[in-house]
């Protein structure tokens, strides 16, 4: 990033996980991309994508790793979270049943990955809150007794993405320094 050409300083790698159709991959579309889709077809094949941010005067490649459709129970193999720094743990603020879920990807998460992971439980589609069936304080009690962040996002209406990859990536580099 500017006069010194390309360098990367850091890769840092970040997985999504969470039940599908909760929003995985327009999530990263919004933060890779900035772009949003309504019809999104689920993600066939292992994908990732990258975007490189400054943080503290660095150059941090964030992968951000995309489940390919193998959101059922334990289907996600433990290549993809060997190496992963971040995870995003999404559910849909409609969808109690995928909020259900979440102790259980928390403990997949924790049981392949590296201990020091930094993990982001995420609420999304706040866009539909007349549908909203998770309340705010459900989920932040839930993430302060399991000690990890938390945030509730719109990736249709751009709230909180950049917030919640900024702030894992943040955490991560502190980590790391
Ligand atoms: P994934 O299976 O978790 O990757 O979910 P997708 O990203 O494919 O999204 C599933 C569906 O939810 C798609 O129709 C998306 O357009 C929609 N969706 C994703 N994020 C949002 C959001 O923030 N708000 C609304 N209203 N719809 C969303
Ligand atoms: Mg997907």
Redesign the pocket.
Known sequence: AGGGGDKIDYVFKVV?I????????????RFARNE????????IGVEFQTRTLVIQHKSVKAQIW??A?Q?RYRAVTSAYYRGAVGALL?Y?ITKRQSFDHIPRWLEELRSHADRNIVIMLVG?????EDQRAVTTEDAKEFAQKENVFFLE?????A?NVENAFQNVLTEIFNIVN
Request: hydrophobic share 35%.
């Open positions: 999504l969470g039940d599908s159709a909760v929003g995985k991959s327009q999530i990263l579309a949003f889709s309504l019809d999104s077809k689920a993600t995309d489940t459709g959101e999404v849909d999304n589609k706040t866009d539909l996002t719109s990736a249709l209406e709230t």
